[in-house]
């Protein structure tokens, strides 16, 4: 049974710290927890989509899809992340609005660009200013999926290509030799082996992109490193009824034991699935289970 935090100036100790752990906003802190987990549940299997992508057009024999491949590696991966962060969100929200504004004004007579502004019409705006609250948080959340996935699927297809590239070229000799087309040797025999190979790079990537949503704050997304700061930050009576001191430190404390717990289970599990691929295969990992067993 919850206590009666009605009147907090009445109450201390273990009841005082009980009704502060249970206000609006403590409860607005906990779902980011859910907010990073279901960006990582999205994003991971979201960037690997266009990590495969990148890595089949970069060893296309279509030169135009070729370059366009490696291009796309080159250069996602040359920009430095809070760089590409700020930048792709305006740009890819701007065209957005511009490709709207055109369809639903098409009589604006006003220049969209005025010096540092942009200025469309009304109804270009995305979402709209009068949409629920919800709708503007799935805009911003999405768009940080959406940036996640190509800078991390830069990365994802560099390690994927690489991967293609380590599996001994006698195997597909050998499929091509039994009659297989180029098509059947890439999917049976080329992709089911190349992962051996790209696990222990996607498992860095894998730990890289948890350590990155913090960067969610910068796309607008109110997730647990903006609401540690604002709640651990002192607070005066004036301004709550649960004034305090500056607790930073605590609620950064609690974001440490949460990475720290998260990025062990994820090392456990990939060992496990690391240990599974290796099985029978003819690596080192491979070599020493047979030796074991």
Request: net charge positive.
């Amino acid at each position: 049974m919850l206590p009666d935090c009605t009147d907090p100036g009445t109450l201390d100790g273990l009841i005082w710290l009980t009704c502060y752990l249970t206000t609006g906003k403590h409860v607005a802190f906990y779902g980011a927890f859910g907010t990073v987990l279901l960006l990582l549940a999205i994003t991971a299997p979201t960037a690997l989509a266009f990590g495969f992508g990148g890595a089949m057009a970069a060893r296309a024999q279509f030169a135009p899809l070729r370059w366009f491949g490696k291009g796309y590696i080159a250069i996602v991966r040359g920009v430095p992340d809070i760089a590409f962060f700020l930048f792709f969100v305006i740009a890819l929200d701007q065209a957005v609005e511009y490709m709207r504004h055109l369809w639903k004004c098409p009589d604006w007579d006003q220049p969209i660009r005025q010096g540092s502004d942009f200025l469309v019409c009304q109804a270009a705006k995305m979402p709209l200013g009068n949409s629920p609250q919800w709708v503007h948080e799935t805009y911003g959340f999405a768009l940080a999926v959406l940036t996640f996935a190509i800078v991390f699927g830069a990365f994802a297809a560099n390690v994927l290509f690489g991967a293609m590239r380590a599996v001994p070229h006698a195997q597909l000799e050998t499929a091509e030799s039994y009659g297989m087309s180029p098509r059947q040797t890439f999917w049976r025999i080329l992709v089911p082996q190349m992962w051996v190979y790209a696990l222990p790079g996607l498992s860095n990537l894998w730990m890289v992109l948890i350590k990155s949503t913090p960067l969610l704050f910068l796309l607008g997304v109110e997730d647990i490193v903006y609401w540690a700061r604002e709640l651990g930050a002192a607070k005066t009576p004036r301004f709550t009824d649960f004034p305090h001191g500056d607790w930073r430190v605590w609620y950064f404390l609690a974001l440490l034991v949460f990475y720290l717990a998260f990025t062990r289970v994820s090392e456990i599990v990939l060992g496990r699935l690391m240990t599974r691929l290796t099985r029978g295969q003819a690596t080192m990992g491979g070599e020493a289970q047979r030796k074991n067993a």
